[in-house]
């Protein structure tokens, strides 16, 4: 699986550590490591149960009746959001590549990327929350995991953070 390049220093190892603790926020350590790194799940999948797609093409655009949602991918992307990503950032796939970008632009547009790079993670979770509802501070009504445990997270993928409040 090839990433996204980051930008050498702080800026880059930030993304990257938020990124890898969006990932595990929105599908789990367990399923990342019996995925292609996440890049290839779609919503519903379990652990016990990964639903996976196989092409890279596109997204993949296969509607969970149960959940209602189209998210797909190592963020969970939904349709309508990887649709306006692509657009924006002239993506032709759905590659991890692709993905990675469309996830760095969406920190951006959530408002997350200033606080990111600033080493203030809970801030740039409140801002994140608006789009990945498993990040502390979503209202969306589904499944929030602990700041706490992200905070680990994304120490352990190489993020620093200066600013951090205990959970």
């Known amino acids: 699986m090839t990433r996204a390049a980051f930008p050498a220093g702080i800026e880059g190892s930030q993304s990257s550590a938020m990124l890898d603790m969006t990932a595990v926020s929105e599908i789990g350590a367990e399923l990342l490591a019996k995925s292609d790194d996440g890049y290839n799940v779609l919503v519903g999948s379990t652990a016990a149960h990964p639903i996976l797609f196989g092409s890279y093409a596109a997204h993949p655009h296969i509607l969970n ?19 306006m990503a692509a657009k924006v950032c002239s993506l032709t796939d759905f590659s991890p590549v692709s993905q990675d970008i469309a996830c760095v632009w969406l920190l951006k547009q959530c408002g997350a990327y200033e606080p990111l790079i600033a080493g203030d993670l809970d801030a740039a979770m ?27 997270v994304f120490s352990d993928a190489g993020g620093v953070a200066l600013c951090m409040r205990p959970k």
């Open 126 to 152: 409140a801002h994140a929350s608006k789009e990945w509802a498993s990040l502390p501070g979503s209202t969306a009504g589904q499944h929030v995991n602990s700041s706490l445990a992200l905070q680990k």
């Open 65 to 83: 009746h149960e959940l209602n949602s189209t998210a797909a991918g190592r963020y969970q992307f939904i349709w309508a959001t990887w649709q």
